[in-house]
């Protein structure tokens, strides 16, 4: 090959002298609350398998079943050949475990924000987003052409400071949020959020990647945990975090989901879900509504987690959900901490800028309802030795 790539060599440089660079982990076992990780068997607190869903017996047996009738393989799109019964199925049990008119599956939650932002709004309307917003949804606004404006996170007198400044000067306005905000563990207002969009005619946009299987009755997300059913527009979701499985739903009145099919770009030029991922999703949501034990295990888990680093000295800044960042500051002493605690047999991962500001490093930690208390306090106990070593709490 020529020099042509040759630039990137110095800016991957640069990312190894700030010591933020991360090597690809590989994981040697199922995903699990342990799991062997590059040879080493180590607390996982780094997965999104909230539920335990991902090993969960029903959900194995229901992907190994569909594949033995089904195939490896849908073999198309969704708007040729692709659209299976069992896709048909998943999607008429999304729309009815969320409450909504309708559902369409995407391939992950990432596209579900790319191909749906688009078809709400474009030039001459106005995006109003939180400025901690998942990346997803920021490149899906981008995608869209529409002005993009920002309000301070989760500040609701920013929000409608932004909103009396647009009105009347765009053809729609659509504020968007995450449910829970996935570097800080932070539920987003919904109830203040949907009531500023009735006062300024603006369409309402959650993004419950975080939220699903987590929050509300059975793990129905943040707009059923607020009892806002029917009261937010669109709901997107995820089918890879908490579910167990892999992809993305929208959650909305059938003639978006229609729109979608017609419009939705990822959706039209992807091809679906092998028939074994859809009969595991279908599955995951029978057992969150027959095991909600599952739940209220992975909040006591993460309770007991979250006030055991508190009293540590750690700064969880402020997380009200599974999601725990242990904040440092600088990326280098939060990929230090990273890896010592890997040594002492926990992985969580290191998290710096740009995911993150510049003075926000952390390693961000996720418990699961599989966590077992002796598992969290192995965890806790080498968070506690490495993190006094390392200066980050006092000795």
């Not at 069992?86 to 729309?95: G, S, T, V």
């Not at 909504?100 to 790319?114: D, I, L």
Request: charged share 20%; hydrophobic share 40%; net charge negative.
């Amino acid at each position: 090959m020529g020099k042509a790539l040759d630039f990137l060599e110095a800016e991957l440089q640069s990312i190894k002298d700030q010591g933020v660079y991360r090597p690809l982990r590989e994981v040697q076992s199922a995903q699990g609350p342990r799991a062997v990780i590059d040879g080493h068997d180590v607390i996982n607190l780094s997965s999104n398998n909230y539920l335990g869903l991902a090993t969960h017996p029903r959900l194995k047996r229901a992907a190994i079943e569909a594949t033995e009738k089904y195939g490896a393989g849908s073999g198309a799109v969704r708007t040729i050949v692709g659209t299976m019964s069992l896709h048909n199925e998943l999607e008429k049990r999304l729309a009815e475990f969320k409450h909504v008119e309708a559902s369409v599956v995407f391939q992950s939650g990432f596209t579900c924000n790319s191909g749906v932002i688009p078809v709400l709004v474009g030039e001459g309307d106005v995006i109003v987003s939180d400025e901690l917003n998942h990346a997803s949804i920021i490149d899906g606004a981008r995608l869209s052409r529409a002005k993009v404006t920002r309000f301070a996170h989760s500040n609701m007198d920013d929000l409608k400071r932004v909103l009396t400044e647009v009105k009347g000067q765009f053809r729609r306005i659509l504020i968007i949020t995450d449910g829970v905000f996935s570097m800080d563990g932070d539920i987003a207002r919904l109830p203040d959020i949907v009531t500023l969009a009735r006062q300024y005619g603006a369409m309402t946009y959650v993004d419950d990647a975080h939220s699903s299987g987590v929050l509300g009755k059975n793990g129905r997300g943040s707009v059923n945990h607020f009892g806002l059913d029917g009261q937010v527009d669109v709901q997107v979701g995820t089918l890879s975090k908490a579910m167990g499985v892999l992809g993305g739903y929208v959650a909305s009145t059938r003639t978006l989901i229609e729109m979608l099919w017609h419009r939705g770009r990822p959706f039209l030029f992807s091809t679906s879900h092998p028939p074994g991922v859809a009969a595991a999703c279908i599955a995951a949501i029978d057992v969150m509504l027959d095991e909600p034990e599952l739940i209220d295990r992975l909040w006591d888990n993460a309770r007991y987690f979250k006030a055991g680093l508190t009293e540590l000295g750690f700064n969880t800044g402020r997380s009200e959900t599974p999601i725990t960042p242990v904040i440092v500051g600088e990326g280098s002493l939060a990929m230090t901490l990273s890896d010592r605690l890997f040594q002492a047999g926990v992985f969580a991962q290191g998290i710096a800028f740009p995911t993150v500001a510049r003075d926000k490093a952390r390693v961000r930690t996720i418990v699961s309802a599989t966590h077992t208390r002796q598992d969290l306090d192995e965890a806790l106990a080498a968070f506690g030795q490495v993190g006094r070593e390392l200066g980050i709490i006092p000795s």
